[in-house]
């Protein structure tokens, strides 16, 4: 399965891609996260995003599709993706399809997690990232003060720079511009599976494996 999880920040797609490893047994591959993991390592590309990231704006197109280029050349994608928060614009979209046939692969299904502004805005205010593994907690703002050791690795927890209030409105208007017109791009192709993000997490992880246990009936059945 090549699967793309779509939708706006703070939509759920980091949180829904555990269970799709574990059920498909393929790599996600994060683009926020690859990007932090550049920051944390002081790379010169880390370098190169940090001031894109913090305003809530999206990194240059032929930076972010170099990047997935050569991660979809490493060996643990060759059966396979989850491919969260790329891509993000159409000109990243058009990259990807280019590049998978060139492999001679496609996407199967692109999951669009939707998820109205308000509850976006209310979602990312109370959430909590741990500084060295990406894990991710929610907490009221006014527990900021008196906050746990992150469960998996003990790291420091802490509030992303973009998940501040004005950068999160200023993230779901770069949503809106650059990144929605892939709902009409892949709603073409056939691909898209518009899936109510406001469920609880398990009701949209069912909703999600639901669909692609359809599709892959479907293609099985072709
Ligand atoms: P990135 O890290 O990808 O951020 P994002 O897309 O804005 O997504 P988030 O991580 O904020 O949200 P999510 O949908 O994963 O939600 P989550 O599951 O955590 O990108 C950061 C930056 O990197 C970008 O702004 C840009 O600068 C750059 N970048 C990355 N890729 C790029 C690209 N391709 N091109 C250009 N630039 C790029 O959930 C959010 C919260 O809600 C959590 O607290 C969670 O517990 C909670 N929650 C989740 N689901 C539910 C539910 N069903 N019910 C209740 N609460 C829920």
Do not use: W
């Not at 056939?190 to 293609?219: C, F, P, W, Y």
Request: with cysteine; proline share 5%.
């Amino acid at each position: 399965m090549n699967l793309i999880l779509f939708g706006a920040p703070g939509a759920g797609k980091g949180t829904q891609t555990g269970s799709l490893i574990d059920t498909y047994h393929i790599p996600a591959i994060a683009t926020g996260d690859m990007l932090r993991a550049q920051r944390r390592a002081g790379t010169a590309l880390g370098e190169q995003v940090k001031s894109y990231m913090d305003r809530g704006e999206l990194v240059p197109d032929n930076l972010m599709i170099d990047i997935i280029k050569e991660r979809l050349q490493k060996p643990d994608a060759k059966n396979g993706f989850i491919l969260d928060g790329f891509p993000r614009t159409v000109a990243q979209a058009e990259a990807l399809d280019r590049k998978l046939d060139q492999l001679g692969r496609r996407v199967d299904a692109v999951i669009y997690l939707r998820v109205s502004r308000q509850v976006l805005i209310d979602r990312l205010s109370h959430r909590y990232s741990c500084r060295t593994c990406d894990a991710v907690y929610n907490f009221a703002p006014q527990q900021a003060g008196n906050l746990p050791r992150c469960s998996v690795d003990g790291g420091d927890l802490y509030q992303r720079p973009d998940d501040r209030p004005e950068i999160v409105a200023h993230r779901i208007d770069v949503f809106l511009k650059h990144t929605a017109p892939l709902i009409d791009y892949y709603t073409a192709q056939h691909k898209l599976e518009n899936i109510d993000g406001q469920m609880s997490v398990d009701d949209v992880r069912a909703d999600i494996t639901r669909r692609l246990s359809a599709l892959r009936k479907g293609a099985g059945s072709r």
